[in-house]
């Protein structure tokens, strides 16, 4: 399997090949500006190599300039609201958070899901630090969905 693409956008890479029309669907919901005209800045890997993939699998495939992930997985395509999976990636030189020492015990990435529509918000703060993963976290509702401050 080759690596992913390198590019300046975040990566959204399609992992379920199941319904063409539900993927055109969530192209369509992700490249929607919001009413405030924020957008996404994406670049799509529609390849069937990347089917079926683990997103730890992906995590391995990526660049390593890339800290963020957005999957189109099965649950992306077939729930409501195109819930897709975020992945922010930790690297061996990032701190731990409060509280923790550089270089502890922790995943080697992060999980969380949010809905196609909100996609933008995520993308864009945490694509220019301006906020930090946890502040999305934390925002998410009790099904670990984040959809929207």
Known sequence: MTSLPQTSSTLLIRTDF???AAWQALRTAVTAPNEDEFLADLHFVDDP???DLTPEQIVALAPEH???LILADKTALT???M???AVLRHRE???GGEGEEEGADRPAHEEL???AEELWSIENNISLANMDWEEFVDA???DGVFRGF
């Open 140 to 142: 998410a509702d009790e």
């Open 49 to 51: 190599a990347y089917g």
């Open 18 to 20: 199941s319904d063409q």
């Open 93 to 95: 030189y990032d701190d």
């Open 79 to 81: 729930a409501p609201d």
């Open 66 to 68: 890339d800290r963020l």
């Open 113 to 115: 899901r949010v809905i």
């Open 83 to 85: 819930p897709l999976l």
